[in-house]
C-alpha cells in the first residue's frame, strides 16, 4: 500500500488549502480513511474521517474543513478554509481495512501546512 499526501505549504490566516492523499497498492476492503495531524511537540490527532456511513470531524475543524473522497481515482481529499495559525502541522492520511487474513493500518509520510498570523 503508498499513501502520497500532496497540497500543503504556507498560507496566510484566513487562506485556504486542498490536501490531496493518493492510494496505490490497496487490495483490501477499506473501512475508513482519515487525515490526522501532527504539531511540533504533540500527539498526533484526527482531524476528520470517512466511511461508507459518512463523515466526522474534530470539534476544531468543524464547519471549516471537509473530507471526501474520489474512489474513480483512488483519491482523499481534506479542503482546509478558514485556516488559523494553530492548524500548522504535519498533516498524515490514514487507511485501516481487512481481507480475509489481516487487518491494515497505512500512512502516508505527510505534508506539512503551514498558517502564518
Known amino acids: 500500500v503508498q499513501l502520497v499526501e500532496s497540497g500543503g505549504g504556507l498560507v496566510q490566516a484566513g487562506g485556504s488549502l486542498r490536501l490531496s492523499c493518493a492510494a496505490s497498492?490497496?487490495?483490501?476492503?477499506?473501512?475508513?480513511m482519515g487525515w490526522y495531524r501532527q504539531a511540533p511537540g504533540k500527539q498526533r490527532e484526527l482531524v476528520a474521517a470517512?466511511?461508507?456511513?459518512?463523515?466526522n470531524y474534530a470539534d476544531s475543524v468543524k464547519d471549516r474543513f471537509t473530507i471526501s473522497r474520489d474512489n474513480a481515482k483512488n483519491t482523499m481529499y481534506l479542503q482546509t478554509n478558514s485556516l488559523k495559525p494553530e492548524d500548522t502541522a504535519v498533516y498524515y492520511c490514514?487507511?485501516?481495512?481487512?481481507?480475509?487474513?489481516?487487518?491494515?493500518?497505512?500512512w502516508g509520510q505527510g505534508t506539512q501546512v503551514t498558517v502564518s498570523p
Open positions: 497498492g490497496i487490495t483490501f476492503s477499506i473501512n475508513v
Open positions: 470517512i466511511t461508507s456511513g459518512g463523515t
Open positions: 490514514n487507511v485501516r481495512g481487512s481481507d480475509f487474513k489481516a487487518k491494515y493500518d497505512s
